[in-house]
């Protein structure tokens, strides 16, 4: 065919009717092409083709459901171990608190034992005389009223006085019961240089003596 020369148009070709497009070599009219409308093949993990897909993982309950329910079960009998034992305390918190002994009604150890009374200085004196004295200085001793200086004894000059409630000094009926209760405080105490003075109620010397 001869083709005309460069720079002018060429002669259209006449055309057909339109055929559709072109078919792939090999499939039939009316049938879908290879591989339209399909997935691709998603292949074996790892990217190695052609492998099958391994099935989802199930966790851990799921493959192990034994052991869950023993584990829940003994979590359970824990849980009310516990709350028995926390029952059982209070009681016993609650029965030691009722039994527990009053404050108020406990009584000191010192109640239980009187501590003695000290015994005055006049006291001691008649004591010593009802013990170890005649009848007449015991009777003597019943008129006895205050002791003084009889808790002295430095060993050189010791001095005591002894208060009765006779009447009349030395020149009264009771000088003699002075002399009595001079001897019987001899007797009690010991001096190497003491003087113990009797007196009548009124204040006056009823009689001395050394002891």
Aim: no cysteine; glycine share 14%.
């Amino acid at each position: 065919m001869t083709q005309p020369p460069y720079g002018q148009p060429q002669a259209e070709q006449p055309q057909g009717p339109y055929q559709g497009p072109p078919q792939w070599q090999g499939a039939q009219p009316g049938q879908p092409q290879p591989g339209w409308g399909q997935q691709p093949h998603q292949g074996a993990p790892g990217g190695f083709p052609g492998g099958p897909v391994p099935p989802p993982k199930r966790s851990w309950v799921a493959r192990h459901k034994a052991l869950t329910i023993v584990g829940g079960v003994f979590a359970f009998l824990i849980v009310i171990g516990i709350a028995a034992g926390g029952d059982d305390s209070a009681d016993t918190k609650a029965d030691t608190v009722a039994t527990a002994p009053d404050k108020a009604d406990a009584k000191p150890a010192s109640e239980d034992k009187p501590v003695p009374k000290k015994l005055s200085q006049a006291d001691e004196f008649k004591a010593f005389i009802n013990e170890n004295g005649t009848a007449a200085e015991k009777a003597a001793a019943k008129h006895i009223v205050k002791v003084q200086g009889a808790d002295s004894d430095n060993g050189i000059l010791d001095s005591a006085d002894v208060y009765t409630d006779y009447p009349g000094g030395m020149m009264g009926p009771h000088q003699g019961d002075g002399k009595l209760l001079a001897s019987a405080f001899a007797d009690w105490k010991d001096s190497q240089n003491g003087l113990v003075t009797i007196y009548d109620k009124d204040g006056e010397l009823l009689s001395n003596g050394n002891y």
